[in-house]
């Protein structure tokens, strides 16, 4: 070969070499999914899925209860996702739902049984890496994820989505029931499940208010709250994402647990309902909550640093505001301004809030009349603000007077900004010896326009009718109260969010020295 043919040849070759060096890599081998039965707790078959890599290598898994009345199809569009992260994805559908057998334990002892039974499953059938499995899910799987944490030593990270930490307070908040979610639930029970004996009993037990002590010991069994310490003693990476308007578990119960939570930790919380900000993640959509799970995931089972860890534990995104982030929940505020409840005037019907709490006053509501002013309707309300992006609204002259004590502060010039819970002191007179209240809280416009900040009911349950106090702790809540406008409390007897304690034609009187306690930033 001549060496001018020499030189073209190399040139050649070099060519090729840096095409096939610049070249982009064959695409990944797509993840591989395959439908299997597992055996749980008892012989029980529960139906799963497995999306993993396609290759052999150890990889970080993750373990996905379904929600209450969807079954292991559910996370199928994020299984995939996070197969492509590398991820092998287990998801079942908990015992007593669609085809897996037995009955419904709503997160009981045989249902982190099964979770436990999931995991060893997983690490014997895949390419799982037995010290690096984690655990989440939305609403039920949720619950069952976060329970599993204190019971199971092999998870090591959660992400709980919409889920609760106290059954108790999600039935019995303030002492009142909540009955359209309990009726949700109970329908999705027997439309899609089976739920046997003791579920069946405990919702008929609930709905009757009756064996109330037995109710709530099952559902304190059921509540992540009751093995904080051992989840402590665990030390899963622990996130937990809900939303501002959850009817079903109201963010409240989250607080406590959260500061007493001593693992990695981070509470971000949303505008919308029950399941509603993680409602397109499951879509396969992208979604703020979704793409949390992926960075906690990576960051405490794959090992790769996202700089989720670094940043401030509570991620908020206020109702009508940008995202903020604090070290923790008690840094959302820097003071609680108190406004104390005044006489109502004969001519508006309506007091003033703010100022010293007044004396000298009544206003006597009636026991079993609604007004316009209420919680709206389970899921689909606060679900329809999440994404509008406004707040569920009244026209404020439409509340009825003679049914509702209604109370407005003075228009500052400057936006009030309301950060953690706002709480509600009400002294009463010749009550009976059961009763309910609710206590809205609105931002009021000039024209009349009342916007929902938060809202919760309270009932007192004794036995001696006459004077006494309560106290409701409002739902959490980060909201600006734009400049101009008025701070407003409503007060009635009946929503239908709720079951109430009141005497059928009876009344309830507030009076003097009642106020409200706004935390504000």
Do not use: C
Not at 182 to 197: C, E, N, Q, R, V
Not at 208 to 218: G, I, P, T
Not at 431 to 447: C, E, F, H, K, P
Request: net charge neutral; aromatic share 8%; hydrophobic share 45%.
């Amino acid at each position: 070969m001549t060496r001018s043919r020499q030189t073209i040849v190399l040139a050649a070759a070099a060519v090729l070499a840096a095409v096939i060096l610049q070249a982009p890599p064959a695409a990944a081998a797509a993840p591989t999914t395959k439908f299997v039965d597992i055996a749980g707790a008892g012989g029980v078959t529960l139906k799963a899925n497995v999306v993993a890599p396609a290759d052999t290598a150890k990889h970080p898994a993750i373990v996905f209860p379904s929600s209450w009345g969807l079954n292991d199809l559910e996370y199928l569009a994020q299984a995939k996702t996070l197969a492509g992260r590398g991820y092998v994805v287990v998801s079942y559908t908990p015992r007593g739902w669609w085809a897996s057998g037995g009955e419904i334990d709503t997160a009981g002892p045989q249902d982190l049984a099964d979770l436990s039974k999931i995991v060893d499953w997983t690490i014997a059938n895949t390419a799982a890496d037995p010290a690096r499995i984690g655990a989440a899910g939305v609403s039920y799987g949720a619950g069952i994820s976060l329970l599993g944490s204190a019971f199971d030593k092999r998870i090591r990270a959660v992400v709980m989505m919409s889920g609760w930490t106290d059954l108790v307070y999600s039935l019995y908040g303030d002492n009142t029931r909540h009955q359209q979610s309990a009726g949700l639930l109970s329908l999705a029970a027997s439309l899609l499940g089976h739920p046997g004996t003791d579920l069946s009993g405990k919702l008929a037990d609930f709905n009757a208010d009756r064996n109330v002590e037995a109710v709530q010991a099952w559902a304190r069994v059921r509540s992540a709250a009751t093995y904080l310490d051992a989840i402590n003693a665990n030390q899963p990476a622990v996130m937990i994402a809900n939303a501002w308007g959850d009817s079903f578990f109201p963010p409240d119960q989250l607080v406590d647990f959260f500061g007493r939570l001593q693992t990695p930790k981070r509470l971000e919380l949303r505008p919308g309902d029950h399941a509603i900000a993680e409602f397109t993640g499951i879509l396969g959509l992208p979604n703020g909550a979704w793409t949390s799970l992926y960075r906690w995931f990576d960051q405490y089972l794959a090992g790769v640093d996202t700089g989720i860890g670094a940043e401030a534990p509570v991620q908020l995104q206020p109702l009508n505001a940008g995202a903020e982030q604090y070290a923790s929940w008690s840094a959302l505020n820097t003071s609680v301004r108190r406004y104390g409840l005044g006489p109502v005037r004969w001519l508006d019907g309506t007091g003033l809030l703010g100022g010293a709490p007044s004396t000298g006053w009544s206003k006597t509501l009636p026991g079993d009349l609604d007004t316009v002013a209420g919680g709206g309707v389970v899921l689909l309300t606060n679900g329809v603000g999440a994404f509008t992006g406004q707040q569920p609204q009244i026209w404020l002259p439409a509340v009825d007077r003679l049914r509702a004590g209604v109370w407005a502060s003075q228009r500052p010039a400057s936006a009030l900004r309301i950060r953690g819970i706002p709480r509600v002191h009400l002294n009463l007179t010749g009550t009976a010896a059961q009763g309910t209240l609710i206590a809205y809280l609105y931002d009021l416009d000039s024209l009349g326009n009342a916007k929902l900040i938060t809202h919760a009911p309270v009932s007192w349950l004794g036995t001696a009718t006459g004077s006494r106090s309560v106290d409701v702790a409002l739902s959490a809540t980060a909201y600006d109260v734009p400049a101009g406008h008025s701070l407003t409390l409503v007060v009635d007897t009946t929503d239908p969010l709720y079951y109430d304690a009141n005497t059928l034609g009876g009344t309830v009187t507030v009076a003097g020295g009642s106020y409200a306690d706004v935390p504000i930033r």
